[in-house]
């Protein structure tokens, strides 16, 4: 008996290959694992990104950080193997002026600890491209990575009244706890197999 199976379409996986998004408004991004040559166009994307945006990524004051300190930073996040203590995702925007990253998430094994079962993520959207569904695509993208770095669980950092933030990664639908201590909340989100 030939028994005939149904067609199924597999979600392509940004592991593997760079997949492409169109924002809310019809701007197309491709999404993809990040690479060394990255590192200019996250610097780009630091001095971009408004004092809200990088307070609420960063927790911290960045004005005063010298600009070899950014640079150096960000080489140090572009280069990265995806696979063992640290990967990331980007969202870039192509057009005459050459590429744009416009979002990228990161996650971040403790350092030195590429077996452990948790690591750090942290998202930011370049304030134009914002609620654009960049972001959600975004944490979407991540649990592959997640899946391709084998990681088991992952902890999220906000400032307390990051609302918005907050709800994009509960939005995953994953179990999760969120702890509020000290003015900071951490959010566990335990990952799929
Ligand atoms: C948080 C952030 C990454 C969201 O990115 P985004 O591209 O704007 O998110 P999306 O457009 O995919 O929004 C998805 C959902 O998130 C929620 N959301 C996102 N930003 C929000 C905001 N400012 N206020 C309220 N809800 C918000 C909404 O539920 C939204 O739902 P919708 O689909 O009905 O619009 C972006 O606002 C950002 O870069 N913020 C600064 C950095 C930051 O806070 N990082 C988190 C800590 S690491």
């Known amino acids: 008996m030939v028994v005939s199976m149904a067609p199924f379409k597999r979600k392509s996986d940004v592991t593997r290959r760079p997949v492409r998004f169109t924002t809310r408004d019809g701007r197309k991004l491709t999404l993809r694992l990040i690479r060394p040559a990255d590192a200019p166009l996250l610097e780009d994307l630091f001095y971009r990104l408004s004092p809200e945006s990088r307070w609420r990524r960063f927790h911290a004051l960045t004005d005063g950080i010298p600009p070899e300190r950014i640079a150096e930073q960000a080489g140090t996040m572009a280069n990265v193997d995806n696979r063992t203590l640290e990967g990331a995702v ?3 925007a192509a057009d005459d002026e050459g590429d744009r ?36 695509e975004l944490l979407q993208r991540m649990l592959q990575l997640a899946r391709h770095m084998r990681v088991k669980r992952m902890l999220a ?20 706890r969120l702890e509020t201590s000290h003015g900071i909340s951490k959010m566990y989100t335990e990952l799929p197999e």
């Open 90 to 92: 980007v969202a870039v």
């Open 101 to 136: 990253i416009v979002g990228v998430v990161r996650l971040a094994r403790p350092p030195g600890k590429p077996d452990a079962a948790e690591a750090e993520a942290a998202v930011v959207v370049l304030d134009e491209y914002q609620g654009q569904g960049v972001g959600s």
């Open 157 to 176: 950092v906000f400032q307390p009244d990051n609302a918005g933030a907050i709800r994009l990664f509960r939005d995953l639908g994953l179990p999760s």
